[in-house]
């Protein structure tokens, strides 16, 4: 049946046509999507689960793979970071059971942190990657990523950029595979699933680098990368891999009307990246006098074509990121085709082909990324940024961390609060840097409810195991919520589909020794005031749980929880309340502040910041 | 026939649904059809963009500068940042409903005029189709969504009803809100007619 599909929806029914028994990763723009749309299908036979973090992810899927069954994992590239410390062991040890990592990337930033470039992972780990330029490859590749894993007993790569992982295409999608019933292997070998030794640790390199040459040989029979030769030898040899193939199309005819002639061009379009494909480069080195190639962000298969050409004596032109014709940064769409191929027959096509009006840009109004109308976070960064004034301070004396989330939305106006983003849980270490450099006001660490159970927990109990003093401030909105809201362990009765239970940070708190534990109410600023800034003067590690749902969320459940009411009488249009709250449910009317219903959740928070009684919270 | 669409608003406005139902209406006549939606980190009120790549089978997802037959936008100043995209001679759709920053609304910060807009567009060589929020009909005593009369409007008014056929998009509305429908066919419809 053909669907509208994504391309994280494309590795979940693909997974599914492998016949999958486990599906585990954790949230990450732009990997989201593919557990979200199986946790929306009830499946009966196949495990599908958030799970803490990408690390425990990961050993979850790779149980159930030892054990002999099919699991896929999945996970933004800042969360192959975190899973790799397991990942490489597992690739050391192999597996029975298709193991299938999937990993995205985002070229461009589109969804923030980086522009890291996961085919080096493939590389350290000596396992294959897999990189489809569609979204329908994708449903395709995943199916041949678990028979090549189970192919060579060891874990696969495939890997996705977010304009396919988040993008939509129309896919011929079958009907799922029965899932194996098999009982679960229980294989007891210490040669295979220890590392105890340097004996077994380099026996397993040496397995693990006879797997890659393996994999080297199916991904060859398999035809997966595609050459195409030009009947006379020379020319122009285009090497395209991933998304970089899906513009050559579009390229080879906008650079028709300039003189362009495909029938004289050859290409190599690689979709496995690891291991290299160096016949076919030797090949294309062969026959072609000048080679242009063409990858997202790092020179990775451009090196290796360099690499080849000194083994073969090639005296042609390279055309990539390493003399300087393309960037390292961003996207790559058909402008590169066409100045790759332009620079390579010495074309003259005119360089603002591609070149719009981009002046226009300058003229539009700044929109920093800020927090939701009805978010709890807003009254925890007012709480914070009272206290702060309460104890005499100014909020350029007071370090506060930040951590990944909604949460980091503090750095930005009207709040101006938060300091630093660096990774899951990186607030709670750096806070504690920032004591034992010598900082002599309080320091203070943020952090959301789902990144504390990722990788803050760790950080907390190395604070109280060394006593430093800092206030962590845990913004709990029962969500990991800026993905779109997944369900973590602290999300009260959050899955239905399986059985859940819920982890209350409440109680895991005062189990860790921590004498000074409040919880407030972020929607009541003076009381929430009062808390923090307590805290703040008090000696060792406190912390102070912020707990509100997500305002998004629970108006889906249960719609708003309040009306506020603007006394026009009262108001005099000074502004107070949209400076300090910055809400978006606010706007200017002629002699008063207005409060638009479609967004206003009811808080109350903007209550406080009047001074007029001009807003005023009603019943609903 | 090839026909590339760029979209630009904020969260909420329901812009990225028109692209989701031009792709729906293409995916129903077997046209090809890729769109990319992209929110980044856009909490509701945040920059949206989204391309939808109509009659190509082989092409990749983004748009190039110059490459666009059509743009639509549905918030002022964030239209601005469709205008590299629009090609010479094309239409581009502006729903001008203003969504002002707060640094905007404390007169901190300037927001661009309409006039402004009028001379990037002019100087892009594209063609202003503006649509008034202040003409947004009414259902019921309600303000319909804008998105799906905006929808109207360019199947109404531009070169895409050669590719996209009104009955085949009413198809899909009916199929895809089955609660409102009445209020969501009034809405396309409304702005099929209108003139702008």
């Not at chain 1, 590795?11 to 979200?36: D, E, F, M, N, Q």
């Not at chain 1, 900082?439 to 990722?454: E, L, R, W």
């Not at chain 2, 992209?38 to 909490?43: C, E, L, P, T, W």
């Not at chain 2, 995209?85 to 759709?93: E, L, Q, T």
Request: proline content about 5%; hydrophobic content about 45%; overall charge neutral.
């Amino acid at each position: 049946m053909k669907k509208l599909i994504t391309g994280n929806e494309a590795i979940a029914h693909g997974a599914l046509r492998a016949g999958v028994k486990a599906v585990t990763g954790y949230p990450g723009t732009p990997s989201t999507g593919c557990i979200t749309s199986l946790l929306a299908m009830d499946l009966k036979d196949t495990h599908v689960e958030w799970s803490v973090n990408e690390k425990v992810a990961l050993e979850v899927a790779t149980g159930v793979a030892w054990s002999g069954h099919r699991a896929l994992c999945t996970m933004k590239m800042s969360g192959l970071n975190v899973a790799y410390d397991t990942l490489i062991s597992v690739a050391y040890s192999g597996c029975e059971g298709g193991l299938v990592i999937y990993v995205a990337d985002d070229p461009g930033a589109n969804a923030g942190m980086c522009e890291q470039d996961s085919r080096y992972f493939a590389l350290m780990a000596d396992m294959p990657m897999l990189e489809p330029d569609s979204v329908a490859e994708a449903y395709q590749m995943i199916r041949f990523a678990f028979d090549l894993s189970e192919k060579i007993k060891g874990p696969v790569f495939i890997r996705l950029v977010t304009a396919i992982a988040d993008s939509f295409a129309e896919v011929e999608v079958e009907p799922p595979a029965p899932v194996s019933q098999a009982a679960p292997l229980l294989i007891m070998d210490i040669q295979k699933y220890t590392k105890a030794g340097s004996i077994i640790a380099t026996n397993q390199h040496r397995e693990l680098i006879k797997r890659l040459e393996q994999a080297g040989q199916v991904i060859d029979q398999s035809g997966i990368n595609k050459t195409t030769f030009s009947k006379k030898v020379g020319g122009l040899g285009i090497i395209a891999a991933g998304i970089a193939s899906a513009y050559l199309a579009e390229g080879f005819e906008a650079a028709a009307p300039f003189g362009f002639n495909w029938e004289e061009t050859s290409t190599l379009i690689i979709k496995a990246t690891n291991p290299f494909a160096a016949s076919e480069v030797r090949q294309m080195l062969a026959h072609c006098q000048t080679i242009l190639v063409l990858e997202e962000l790092e020179p990775l298969i451009e090196k290796g074509v360099y690499l080849e050409a000194q083994r073969s004596g090639y005296n042609g032109r390279i055309i990539g990121k390493l003399d300087g014709v393309f960037s390292r940064i961003g996207e790559y769409g058909v402008q590169q085709v066409v100045q790759g191929i332009a620079t390579g027959l010495k074309l003259s096509i005119p360089d603002d082909l591609f070149k719009g009006n981009t002046q226009a840009l300058n003229l539009a109004a700044a929109r920093p990324i800020t927090v939701c109308a009805g978010c709890p976070h807003r009254g925890t960064f007012i709480a914070i940024e009272k206290a702060i004034k309460k104890l005499g301070l100014k909020k350029s004396e007071v370090m506060v961390t930040g951590d990944i989330g909604c949460t980091i939305l503090g750095m930005n106006p009207p709040f101006n609060l938060v300091w630093s983003e660096i990774s899951m849980g990186a607030s709670l270490g750096l806070a504690q840097g920032y004591v034992r450099a010598g900082v002599k006001t309080p320091v203070i660490a943020t952090i959301g409810d789902s990144t504390f159970f990722h990788a803050g927990i760790p950080g907390l109990i190395n604070a109280v195991q060394h006593q430093v003093d800092l206030t962590l401030v845990i913004m709990d909105n029962r969500w990991t919520a800026m993905t779109g809201m997944q369900a973590n362990p602290g999300t009260p009765c959050a899955n239905t589909l399986n059985s859940f239970r819920e982890v209350d940070i409440a109680r895991i708190i005062p189990s860790l020794g921590i004498d000074h534990f409040w919880t407030i109410d972020p929607f009541k600023i003076k009381a929430s005031v009062e808390v923090i800034s307590q805290a703040m003067q008090l000696p060792g590690v406190k912390v102070v749980l912020a707990r509100q749902e997500c305002a998004i969320q629970a108006q889906r459940q249960t719609g708003i929880i309040g009306k506020i009411r603007v006394v026009e009488e009262n108001c005099n249009l000074c502004k107070l309340c949209l400076m300090i709250t910055g809400c978006s449910a606010f706007s200017l009317g002629s002699s008063s502040i207005k409060i638009d219903p479609e967004l206003c959740y009811g808080c109350g928070v903007c209550v406080e910041t009047c001074n007029r009684e001009a807003l005023i919270e009603e019943a609903i | 026939m090839k026909y590339d669409i760029f979209f630009a608003g904020v969260g909420g406005q329901g812009i990225l649904t028109i692209g989701e139902v031009l792709a729906e209406v293409a995916a129903y006549k077997d046209t090809p059809a890729k769109f990319y939606p992209s929110k980044g980190m856009a909490q509701r009120g945040g920059f949206v963009k989204a391309q939808l790549r109509l009659g190509r089978e082989n092409v990749g997802p983004n748009i190039p500068q110059r490459g666009a037959d059509m743009v639509i936008a549905m918030e002022q100043s964030e239209s601005l940042k469709a205008i590299p995209f629009i090609k010479s001679g094309s239409d581009f759709v502006l729903y001008g409903d203003i969504w002002a920053p707060t640094a905007v609304s404390l007169g901190k910060a300037p927001y661009p005029a309409l006039d402004q807009i009028k001379e990037q567009v002019a100087l892009a060589g594209a063609h202003l189709v503006y649509i008034n929020p202040a003409n947004l009909p009414q259902f019921n005593g309600e303000p319909v969504h804008p998105n799906l009369f905006v929808l109207g409007v360019i199947i109404g008014q531009t070169k895409l009803r050669d590719l996209i056929h009104s009955e085949d998009v009413e198809h899909i509305i009916q199929s895809r809100f089955k609660r409102n429908v009445e209020a969501n066919l009034y809405a396309y419809r409304s702005g099929t007619t209108v003139v702008c």
